[in-house]
């Protein structure tokens, strides 16, 4: 929370000087970068229970390696399910806030300026684009992994390395971005911007370990109390409304990105 009032300056305060302005030029039109952090936790589904969107796992349960969420009233382990752009927005951290903030002042702005706006939820990030590194807020474990992989170190990751996730190349973020500029979507208009293979942070390390002929990864156990367990996007409404397809699959996608740096030393 110390860097709240950053995240505020730029994401709050920054968004709504723009959508000012923008409705003093009548501009009419909005590509909103936004974020997979909006979510929160993912979409999950039990056996007897139908769909559940959890809260925090809780700290006793992690204490014990439990880490995937549970049934309230039967225990059972729920199953991930892809989450939708019509999921409820739970933020969890500052940042997370923030990018849900700017989501719902370009909502009211569409709604009072009749304009468009289409939001892009990119998901977990990753790449070398032509200015360098990419380097986010919130989906900084590729970069984490790699940079100690260089190192010479092991990848270290939290709970048990089950963690899923959807791994977007830098290159594929670009692609869906000029897509939704060049093509007019009416009203507001949220997307998921995702590679629609998801991985497990395990698989992440793996990958890149390999690709690098580095140490194993170790899986230490520890976490986050505030982490999410899974978090997969489902890119359809994407697929349709921008005829957006990635290309970069993350298998290859993060192999290359853990040479790229250490082919330029």
Same mark, same amino acid.
């Given at each position: 929370?110390?860097?709240?009032?950053?995240?505020?300056?730029?994401?709050?305060?920054?968004?709504?000087? $723009?959508?000012? &302005? %923008?409705?003093?030029? !009548?501009?009419? +039109?909005?590509?909103?970068?936004?974020?997979?952090?909006?979510? *929160? #936790?993912?979409?999950?589904?039990?056996?007897?229970?139908?769909?559940?969107?959890?809260?925090?796992?809780?700290?006793?349960? $992690?204490?014990? &390696? %439990?880490?995937?969420? !549970?049934?309230? +009233?039967?225990?059972?382990?729920?199953?991930?399910?892809?989450? *939708? #752009?019509?999921?409820?927005?739970?933020?969890?951290?500052?940042?997370?806030?923030?990018?849900?903030?700017?989501?719902?002042?370009?909502?009211?702005?569409?709604?009072?300026?009749?304009?468009?706006?289409?939001?892009?939820?990119?998901?977990?990030?990753?790449?070398?684009?032509?200015?360098?590194?990419?380097?986010?807020?919130?989906?900084?474990?590729?970069?984490?992994?790699?940079?100690?992989?260089?190192?010479?170190?092991?990848?270290?990751?939290?709970?048990?390395?089950?963690?899923?996730?959807?791994?977007?190349?830098?290159?594929?973020?670009?692609?869906?971005?000029?897509?939704?500029?060049?093509?007019?979507?009416?009203?507001?208009?949220?997307?998921?911007?995702?590679?629609?293979?998801?991985?497990?942070?395990?698989?992440?390390?793996?990958?890149?370990?390999?690709?690098?002929?580095?140490?194993?990864?170790?899986?230490?156990?520890?976490?986050?109390?505030?982490?999410?367990?899974?978090?997969?996007?489902?890119?359809?409404?994407?697929?349709?409304?921008?005829?957006?397809?990635?290309?970069?699959?993350?298998?290859?996608?993060?192999?290359?990105?853990?040479?790229?740096?250490?082919?330029?030393?």
């Amino acid at each position: 929370m110390q860097s709240a009032p950053v995240f505020v300056a730029h994401n709050d305060v920054g968004t709504a000087l $723009l959508l000012a &302005a %923008m409705e003093r030029a !009548r501009v009419r +039109r909005l590509v909103l970068a936004s974020s997979v952090v909006v979510y *929160g #936790e993912g979409r999950y589904r039990g056996v007897r229970g139908g769909v559940f969107f959890p809260v925090m796992r809780r700290r006793r349960d $992690l204490d014990r &390696a %439990m880490f995937d969420h !549970r049934a309230p +009233r039967t225990g059972e382990v729920l199953t991930w399910e892809p989450i *939708g #752009e019509d999921a409820p927005l739970r933020p969890r951290s500052a940042y997370a806030a923030s990018k849900a903030a700017q989501e719902n002042y370009a909502m009211a702005w569409a709604a009072n300026a009749g304009g468009s706006a289409t939001v892009l939820r990119y998901h977990h990030v990753y790449g070398d684009p032509a200015g360098g590194a990419v380097r986010t807020a919130e989906s900084g474990v590729a970069a984490k992994f790699r940079a100690e992989l260089l190192a010479g170190r092991a990848p270290h990751i939290l709970e048990d390395g089950g963690q899923v996730r959807d791994f977007v190349h830098v290159r594929d973020i670009a692609a869906a971005t000029v897509a939704a500029v060049e093509r007019a979507l009416p009203g507001f208009v949220p997307l998921n911007i995702a590679s629609g293979r998801p991985i497990t942070v395990w698989e992440v390390a793996s990958i890149m370990s390999k690709a690098l002929a580095g140490p194993e990864p170790i899986v230490t156990g520890q976490y986050r109390l505030t982490d999410v367990r899974h978090l997969v996007a489902d890119p359809e409404r994407a697929r349709h409304a921008l005829n957006f397809t990635p290309r970069i699959l993350p298998a290859q996608g993060l192999a290359a990105y853990a040479t790229s740096t250490a082919d330029r030393r």
